[in-house]
């Protein structure tokens, strides 16, 4: 079965209906007695189930979807381990282990080398992160991954051209090349300011919702240089 893994790596839903039993945003000893009810019930799917409930609170509570993600690995599935692993470095992200997380994006990749019709956020996933934390022994990996990993269509989305203009505008100005950072900044701010996604019936699909975040405000500032250093710039 051809399977193009697309979606993040949690599948997070807003809503709660009664098939949704796997996507608890929270995280209480009733609410695992619940869901440890009914996977033993499933038969077929419970790999994926683990794997999903992990994904909804690998930043609420790490260690409970670290351990749900390991419970996944143990049962031997191979159907969603990218997005496993993403789940997994989201998580270690939230414990504050940057180089774990680093480590499970380079797996998820790894496999998705072996395995092309998988494809997760870790193409981008990974190259935020390196911006974000300036992992300089990174970038050259980083912009490798911005460059071969993406077509033309991938870019569809604001949020996709966002995070990817908006990665290389941060590596590329830690790097000293300033001109090349501010066009990727700009063209980053560009994609943040767009109200719609290009799809007719998903008009609220892929937005940047907040680019108010320390990424956002270091895109801001590349595109946006300080009135002093314009007039250094005079002198």
Same mark, same amino acid.
């Given at each position: 079965?051809?399977?193009?893994?697309?979606?993040?790596?949690s599948?997070?839903r807003?809503?709660m209906?009664?098939?949704?039993?796997?996507?608890?945003?929270?995280?209480?000893?009733?609410?695992?007695?619940?869901?440890?009810?009914?996977?033993?019930?499933?038969r077929?799917?419970?790999?994926?189930?683990?794997?999903?409930?992990?994904?909804?609170?690998?930043?609420?509570? *790490?260690?409970?979807?670290?351990?749900?993600?390991d419970?996944?690995f143990?049962t031997?599935?191979? /159907?969603?381990? *990218?997005?496993a692993?993403?789940?997994?470095?989201?998580?270690?992200?939230?414990?504050?282990?940057?180089?774990e997380?680093?480590d499970?994006?380079?797996?998820?990749?790894?496999?998705e080398?072996?395995h092309?019709?998988?494809?997760?956020?870790?193409?981008?996933d990974l190259?935020k992160l390196?911006?974000?934390?300036?992992?300089?022994?990174?970038y050259?990996?980083?912009l490798?991954?911005?460059?071969?990993? /993406?077509?033309?269509s991938d870019?569809?989305?604001?949020s996709m051209r966002?995070?990817?203009?908006?990665?290389?505008a941060?590596?590329?100005h830690?790097?000293?090349?300033?001109?090349?950072?501010?066009?990727?900044a700009?063209?980053?701010?560009?994609?943040?300011?767009?109200?719609?996604?290009?799809?007719?019936?998903?008009r609220s699909?892929?937005?940047?919702?907040d680019?108010s975040?320390?990424?956002?405000?270091?895109?801001?500032?590349?595109?946006k240089?300080?009135?002093?250093?314009?007039?250094?710039?005079?002198?």
């Open positions: 079965m051809v399977r193009r893994e697309t979606v993040g790596c599948g997070k807003s809503s209906g009664r098939d949704d039993w796997y996507r608890n945003t929270d995280w209480t000893p009733a609410i695992e007695a619940a869901f440890r009810a009914k996977l033993k019930r499933s077929t799917m419970r790999p994926q189930y683990l794997q999903i409930q992990a994904g909804q609170i690998a930043s609420s509570h *790490p260690e409970v979807a670290l351990a749900l993600i419970e996944y143990e031997g599935d191979d /159907f969603v381990v *990218p997005s692993l993403c789940t997994k470095a989201e998580a270690m992200l939230a414990l504050g282990k940057v180089q997380a680093l499970a994006y380079r797996q998820a990749l790894a496999w080398d072996a092309p019709n998988f494809i997760t956020t870790a193409r981008i190259p390196v911006a974000e934390q300036r992992i300089e022994s990174e050259d990996f980083a490798d991954i911005l460059t071969t990993r /993406f077509k033309a870019h569809q989305f604001p966002y995070y990817w203009n908006g990665s290389c941060l590596i590329t830690e790097r000293g090349e300033v001109a090349e950072a501010k066009e990727f700009d063209r980053a701010l560009r994609a943040a300011a767009q109200t719609e996604s290009p799809f007719r019936y998903h699909v892929g937005i940047v919702k680019a975040d320390e990424f956002g405000t270091r895109i801001k500032r590349i595109a240089p300080s009135k002093l250093r314009s007039l250094f710039r005079l002198i």
